[in-house]
């Protein structure tokens, strides 16, 4: 067989046909790029609307927890005179640096105070949070408090498997949301 040679014209006609389809290719490239970009954005407003939803979730727990123990303000078998809900304060050290705490539920009278931390759905990561963070931070936070008794709970409207057990074996009050109805397994709890 013989070999064929192709013509002038015939090379440029092929290089035309190639820039025709190398331009189709870039404008159906760029198309997708906008549809990436315009998915990426609509995937972001999901993600921010679903983690509102979860953060909304988490006020209402609060709310509910905060009312049940505003009725009749015992917690642990202690009758406490005050509680607050969403305090959160700063405090500057005296080596400069400075500490921030935040507090879902925070009860106290003469001699004790009980700290409810409070989630949509409790993990492992907030009862470490609760015993290792939050109650150093309080007391740093709050000098004032430092030769008090201290309680501390966790609520949620449920618990990760096996979490609930632990923290009762801790010495962690329990309050288990159900509907407006909070049921609270503080019988085992210790002053920290």
């Known amino acids: 067989m013989g070999e064929s040679v192709m013509t002038f014209e015939e090379i440029r006609a092929l ?3 190639t820039a025709k389809q190398m331009a189709e290719n870039a404008k159906k490239s ?5 549809k990436i970009d315009k998915l990426t954005v609509d995937i972001d407003k999901m993600r921010e609307e679903l983690g509102n939803i979860g953060h909304n979730n988490g006020l209402v727990a609060e709310e509910i927890v905060y009312h ?3 009725k009749n ?4 078998g202690i009758e406490f005179d005050s509680i607050d809900k969403g305090v959160t304060r700063e405090k500057k050290l005296p080596d400069g640096k400075k500490v921030k705490g935040e507090y879902d539920v925070v009860l106290h009278n003469g ?6 931390e409070v989630k949509h759905r409790v993990g ?3 009862l ?10 309080f007391r740093q936070i709050f000098p004032q408090y430092k030769d008090f008794k201290m309680y501390l709970g966790l609520g949620g409207m449920s618990f990760e498997k096996g979490v609930e057990e632990e923290a009762r074996r ?3 009050a329990t309050l288990m949301l159900s509907g407006d109805a909070v049921e609270i397994n503080d019988k085992d709890v210790k002053a920290w």
Do not use: H, K, Y
Not at 30 to 34: G, L, R, S, T
Not at 73 to 76: G, I, K, V
Not at 128 to 136: G, S
């Open 170 to 172: 801790q010495g962690i």
């Open 15 to 17: 290089q035309a046909e």
């Open 111 to 116: 001699t004790s105070v009980a700290i409810i």
């Open 128 to 137: 470490t949070r609760l015993i290792e963070m939050q109650l150093p931070r």
């Open 30 to 34: 760029a198309e997708i790029d906008v």
């Open 124 to 126: 492992r990561e907030s």
């Open 73 to 76: 303000m015992t917690f642990a």
């Open 68 to 70: 049940s123990l505003n």
